[in-house]
């Protein structure tokens, strides 16, 4: 799955967001704010990842238990899922 | 862990301006795409006519502004606010608008809505600002006359404000109160009302700044109910901007900047004094050179002690605006503030909080 076209990352001192544009300012108005670990995520869907590579990119960067990272991963891909951020 | 926070976008706005204040980061611009309107406001510090604007300097091209704006996104400008003059009389605001966009810059836009028609409110639908601000001047086509200069004003901005409507865009109304509309301030926040959006009103008249020419004096109120908000404006001093006390007012210190029609960046809309040039060192040697410049604005002498300073709204921007020096009191903003204290005093004695 990857971030869908019409999206651009920001980051600014410790702050990380998502800023719509074209017509996704339409559906999405204002930004996405992301935390570090969500930068980290959101940089790799860019790429194209899977669930199981969202999970391995966690577990390189942070202290976390493998169990925790899946939850953090299914929760993000659904929330922006929802928000129709993603396609495959 | 929690990948996206949760908080209100005021709050995570004043998160980035305390860590942009702290690092010298200019998250929040404004660029005066011109100073040319279809209004002739008599309380506007910003209007020229065409003549004069041509001999203060020359608008910049649209393709200046979107680079400029690339620049300053590569600098952290997270959003840039268009203003003017009035922004749609430059016939190439779609241009700088959808470019600036998508850049990854929230773009927010002031307007006086007189030229709103269904193309741009249509455009103003398919790609919505981060918000937009028309400013009203009146509830009849005779206060328009007598404070714009023009005709058919409120007629014309009715209508732009039907366009936006029947498009669906968001917008929010504010309201400049003087001597010669401040009848028809009800009038204005009951149409807020009767449009269900947002409305601000401000009564605030800033001296002309960089060549126009206004008349603040005979246009300014001076209503009690200004001093009973004054009272109860009581600014936590000191808190918001360590290092600078002259700066203590001011939320753009070291995170805002202004850059004005004729390509002049300074810190706020009022200010000239510590003015730098981007277009021709670049954006981001402009904004080193103004925040080592505002940096070195001291506090008037004056102030330092004074009695009354926590009722006081004067920031570098308004002295140099009243007075032509960011160092310099004003008598009218010191007796403003004199004025809140002393009502402050009296609302206590009468056992306020």
Known sequence: MKIASGFVRRSVGDSHMVVPVGTRTRDIPGVIALSESGALLWEKLEQGATEDELVEALLAEYEVEREQAEVDVKAFVAELSDKGVLEE | ?353
């Open chain 2, 1 to 353: 862990m929690t990948s996206m926070p949760e908080m209100t976008w005021r709050k995570y706005r004043e998160n980035l301006r305390a860590q942009a204040r702290e690092a010298g980061i200019p998250i929040f611009g404004t660029f005066e795409l011109t100073p040319l309107c279809n209004f002739n406001c008599k309380m506007c510090y910003v209007h020229l006519s065409k003549d004069r604007m041509n001999e203060l300097g020359r608008l910049r091209t649209a393709d200046e502004w979107i680079d400029m704006a690339l620049q300053a996104r590569d600098a952290g400008t997270i959003a840039i606010t268009l203003t003017g003059g009035e922004i749609f009389t430059r016939p190439d605001f779609e241009k700088i608008y959808l470019e600036i966009r998508d850049l990854g810059i929230m773009v927010s836009l002031i307007s006086n809505g007189s030229l709103i028609d269904e193309r741009i409110a249509r455009l103003l639908r398919d790609y919505p600002p981060a918000s937009l601000r028309v400013t009203m001047y009146g509830a009849s086509n005779s206060t328009y006359a007598r404070l714009c200069g023009v005709e058919d004003g409120f007629s014309r901005v009715m209508k732009g404000l039907k366009c936006l409507v029947d498009a669906s865009v968001p917008f929010t109304l504010s309201f400049t109160r003087t001597t010669l509309n401040d009848s028809d301030f009800e009038s204005v926040k009951n149409l807020a009302e009767e449009f269900d959006v947002g409305f601000i009103s401000s009564y605030e008249l800033v001296p002309a700044v960089r060549g126009a020419s206004n008349d603040p004096n005979t246009l300014r109120i001076e209503l009690p109910s200004t001093a009973d908000k004054a009272r109860y404006r009581v600014p936590d001093s000191g808190s918001l901007l360590p290092g600078n006390p002259a700066f203590d007012t001011c939320k753009s210190y070291r995170c805002s900047y202004w850059i004005d029609w004729n390509g002049d960046m300074d810190m706020c809309a009022f200010m000239s004094s510590s003015k730098c040039r981007p277009f021709e060192v670049g954006f981001e040697s402009a904004w080193n050179d103004l925040i080592y410049k505002v940096s070195n604005i001291h506090l008037p002498e004056e102030c330092r002690q004074c009695e009354w300073r926590d009722f006081c709204y004067a920031c570098p921007g308004i002295r140099e605006a009243e007075s032509g020096s960011p160092e310099c009191i004003s008598e009218r903003i010191c007796n403003r503030a004199r004025y809140a204290y002393n009502n402050f005093l009296m609302f206590r004695s009468k056992g306020g909080a």
